[in-house]
C-alpha cells in the first residue's frame, strides 16, 4: 500500500496510515516529518502556521525514530501534528492570536500538548485561530485571515506573485480556522482545536475534514488560553473519522489541575470505529428545521438520515423545543465569562504595555491597542450584562435558559435516544468580508446548529457528507449522551463510508 | 434594552478598554444589535428554573493543601513587560 510513495505524497497519508507506515519501517518518522515541514513551507500564502517549529519537529521525530526502532513507539509516535495557537507551548510562542499578548513565550506546557508529546507526536508549529477563538471565520485573527484550501468552481482564487493569493478567497471557519485548513491541505497529519460554541465543527465543514468537540470534561483545560470556562473544550480536528478517535485518546484524560475535568477512564476510541449501529436510536430535531433553511443542506441531511437508516438505525423525531434560544443565550453567558478571563490583560504581567498618565490610563490604552474590534465588543457586551442592575435581567436568566436547554437533551436520552444528526452549519464556506461587516449578529448566526451542544456540555462531530452545487464541502453533525463520544465515532464512520472522503485534490496554493 | 452614549463609555471603563468619542457611535449601534438579538429570551417562562451552574453534575475536587510548587520567580516575571529584581513593575499606584 505505502511501495514507492515519493517522498511528498507522505502527506497524503492519514494519521492512521502515516502511524501503520511507521510501524511497518516503510518510512521514517524523519521522512514523514520532513515531507510535512516541506508542505508547510510551499503553503506560507495560506496563513494556516503562524510559527513553524521545523528544528523542534525533526529533534522530536529524530527521537521517534529511535523508539520507533527500539519498539518502544507510543500510539501517536512520530506523526507530526498542528497545535491551535490556543494551547501554551513550553519554550514556544503561543499568542492567541492577539496582539495583546505580544511574544508571550509560556514556561508550561498545556496539559492536551504534554500528552501528545508523552506519546510520540511531533510538533511542525502553531496554527492560526480567531482572536482568544471569538469568531467564525478565522478573521479576527492579528494574524490576518487563513484561506481555505476550497475555492467555489470557477473562482478567481490562485497563487499569484510572490507567494500571494489572489481573488476572493473562502474563509476556513473558526475560530479553529488554521487547524481545519492545515488538516484539509495536508499540512499536519491532524490538529488540536478547541470548541466554545462551534469552533471545532463549523471549520470542520467548511473544509471537508472530520472535528469532534468531546463532553465538558472530558479533556483538561489547563494550559489552554481561556474564552469561555464553562463551555471551551479541546479536541482534534483530523482527516477522517478513525485519525480524531486516535487524537481523542490521547487528548482526554483526567488532569488534577482542572477541576472540571473528570476521573473517568479514557476508552480506546478506536475500537469504537466500524461498530454496528444496528438497533440505534438517531433522534431528528424537528426545531432545527429552520424557517428558509438552505435546501441543499435539507437534502444533505435527508441523505444522512437515510445512510443510518440503511446501517440499520432507528430514525425518530425528536423535539428540543428550547434550541432557538441556544444562540442567544450563548451570546450572554459567552461574553460574560469572556469579559472575567480577559481582566488578566493589563499589561503587567506578560504582553503588551502601552503607557499613560497612572496604572487605570495604562491598563485602558493597554487594552484598547491589544485587543481587536470583536474581543472588545464581546468584553464590553460580557460587562454590561454583568454589570449591578442587569445581571438578572440577562446572566441569570440566561443561564435558566441553558438549564432548559440541558434538560431538552436529557429527556430525549431518556427516551432512549442515542445520538442527535442535524446539519453542521446552515451553509457552506463564504467568502472573506462578506459577513458580519455591518451586524456582528449575521456571523453569530454561523453556529446556530453547534452551540446547544456546548451549552448543554454534549459531545459532539461534525462529518463532512457531501459537497454543494458551488463544489463545497459540507458537514453533517452528530450529538451524543454525555462521554459517549464512541456511539459518534460508531455513527460518524457510517457516514464517512457512506459519503466517502473529501480530500483537496490540487495544490494550488503552492 | 438598549444602550445610550454615555452607558457605552461607562461600559467601556468598566472594561478598562480605552473608547475615542468618535468610535462611540458604532460601537453603540454593535452593542445594541446584540443586545436586540437577546431579547428573544424574554419569551421563555424561566420562573421556578435553576440557573445552571455545572453542565456536569460533579463534586467539586480540593486538592490537598501543601506547598507542590514554586521558587520560580523569574520564569513568572519573564514574560512582564517591565520587572525588576522578580517584581513586577506598574507606574506609580500611591502618592
Redesign the interface.
Known amino acids: 500500500m505505502f511501495s514507492d510513495i515519493p517522498v511528498t505524497d507522505l502527506t497524503r497519508l492519514t494519521l492512521t496510515e502515516a502511524r501503520d507506515g511507521l510501524k511497518a519501517k516503510q518510512f521514517s518518522a524523519t521522512e514523514l516529518t520532513k515531507a510535512h515541514i516541506a508542505a508547510v513551507e510551499q503553503a506560507r500564502a495560506l496563513n494556516a502556521y503562524v510559527l513553524e517549529t521545523p528544528e523542534h519537529a525533526l529533534k522530536q521525530a529524530a527521537a521517534s525514530d529511535e523508539r520507533l526502532a527500539k519498539g518502544e513507539a507510543g500510539p501517536l509516535e512520530g506523526l507530526p501534528l498542528g497545535i491551535k495557537d490556543l494551547f501554551a507551548t513550553k519554550g514556544v510562542r503561543t499568542t492567541a492570536c492577539s496582539r495583546i499578548l505580544g511574544n508571550?513565550?509560556p514556561?508550561y506546557e498545556s496539559t492536551v500538548s504534554s500528552q501528545l508529546w508523552r506519546d510520540g507526536a511531533v510538533m511542525l508549529g502553531k496554527l492560526n485561530n480567531d482572536e482568544f477563538a471569538m469568531g467564525s471565520s478565522n478573521e479576527t485573527s492579528a494574524f490576518g485571515p487563513v484561506v481555505n484550501p476550497w475555492r467555489r468552481q470557477g473562482s478567481n482564487v490562485g497563487a499569484g506573485a510572490a507567494g500571494a493569493i489572489e481573488g476572493n478567497h473562502l474563509v476556513p471557519g473558526g475560530s479553529s480556522g488554521g487547524s481545519a485548513a492545515a488538516v484539509a491541505a495536508h499540512l499536519c497529519l491532524a490538529a488540536t482545536a478547541t470548541d466554545t460554541g462551534g469552533s471545532i465543527r463549523q471549520p470542520a465543514a467548511f473544509t471537508g475534514t472530520v472535528g469532534i468537540k468531546p463532553?465538558?470534561?472530558r479533556c483538561s483545560r489547563w494550559g489552554i488560553v481561556a474564552f469561555a470556562s464553562?463551555l471551551d473544550q479541546a479536541g482534534p480536528i483530523g482527516k477522517t473519522v478513525r485519525d480524531t478517535a486516535v487524537m481523542l485518546r490521547s487528548m482526554a484524560g483526567h488532569d488534577?489541575k482542572d477541576?472540571?475535568s473528570?476521573?473517568m477512564t479514557v476508552p480506546d476510541y478506536e475500537a469504537s470505529v466500524g461498530r454496528s449501529v444496528k438497533g440505534m436510536r438517531i433522534g431528528i430535531p424537528k426545531e432545527y428545521r429552520l424557517e428558509g433553511l438552505n435546501a441543499e443542506i435539507d437534502a444533505l441531511w435527508q441523505q444522512g438520515i437515510d445512510w443510518l437508516r440503511a446501517a440499520g438505525a432507528e430514525i425518530v423525531e425528536i423535539s428540543l423545543p428550547?434550541s432557538?434560544?441556544a444562540?442567544?443565550?450563548y451570546?450572554?453567558v459567552a461574553p460574560a465569562e469572556a469579559?472575567s478571563n480577559l481582566?488578566r490583560y493589563?499589561?503587567?504581567?506578560?504582553?503588551?504595555?502601552e503607557?499613560?498618565?497612572?496604572?487605570?490610563?495604562?491598563?485602558?490604552?493597554t487594552?484598547?491597542a491589544g485587543?481587536g474590534a470583536e474581543v472588545?465588543?464581546r468584553?464590553?457586551?460580557g460587562?454590561?450584562v454583568l454589570?449591578s442592575g442587569?445581571y438578572d435581567?440577562?446572566y441569570?436568566?440566561?443561564?435558566?435558559?441553558?438549564?432548559?436547554i440541558?434538560r431538552d437533551f436529557e429527556a430525549v436520552y431518556d427516551q432512549g435516544i442515542d445520538a442527535v444528526l442535524t446539519p453542521a452549519t446552515p451553509s457552506s464556506a463564504f467568502g472573506i468580508g462578506e459577513k458580519g461587516s455591518a451586524?456582528?449578529?449575521e456571523m453569530?448566526l454561523n453556529d446556530v446548529f453547534t452551540v446547544t451542544v456546548n451549552?448543554?456540555?454534549l459531545p459532539g462531530i461534525a462529518v463532512p457528507a457531501g459537497l454543494d452545487s458551488q463544489g463545497l464541502p459540507l458537514g453533517l453533525q452528530l450529538i451524543g449522551r454525555?462521554f459517549d463520544e464512541e456511539t459518534l465515532f460508531s455513527l460518524g464512520q457510517v457516514i464517512e463510508e457512506a459519503a466517502g472522503r473529501f480530500p483537496v485534490g490540487e495544490r494550488w496554493w503552492a | 434594552m438598549s444602550v445610550d452614549a454615555a452607558t457605552v463609555k461607562r461600559v467601556a471603563h468598566l472594561s478598562r478598554i480605552a473608547v475615542d468619542d468618535a468610535d462611540v457611535p458604532k460601537l453603540q449601534g454593535e452593542l445594541n444589535a446584540i443586545l436586540g438579538f437577546v431579547e428573544q429570551l424574554n419569551e421563555v417562562n424561566v420562573s421556578g428554573v435553576e440557573p445552571m451552574t455545572s453542565v456536569t453534575p460533579m463534586v467539586m475536587k480540593k486538592r490537598q493543601d501543601i506547598v507542590n510548587d514554586g521558587e520560580i520567580a523569574s520564569e513568572i516575571v519573564a514574560n512582564a513587560p517591565a520587572s525588576e529584581d522578580d517584581y513586577f513593575m506598574v507606574p506609580k499606584v500611591i502618592e
Open positions: 508571550f513565550v514556561p463532553t465538558y470534561g464553562s488534577p477541576t472540571t473528570v476521573d428550547h432557538k434560544y444562540l442567544p443565550a451570546y450572554i469579559s481582566a493589563d499589561g503587567v504581567r506578560y504582553g503588551l504595555r503607557q499613560g498618565r497612572d496604572i487605570i490610563e495604562m491598563y485602558e490604552k487594552r484598547a485587543f472588545k465588543r468584553i464590553m457586551i460587562t454590561y454589570s442587569y435581567a440577562y441569570l436568566r440566561a443561564q435558566k435558559v441553558r438549564t432548559l440541558k451586524d456582528p449578529v453569530y451549552m448543554a456540555g454525555p
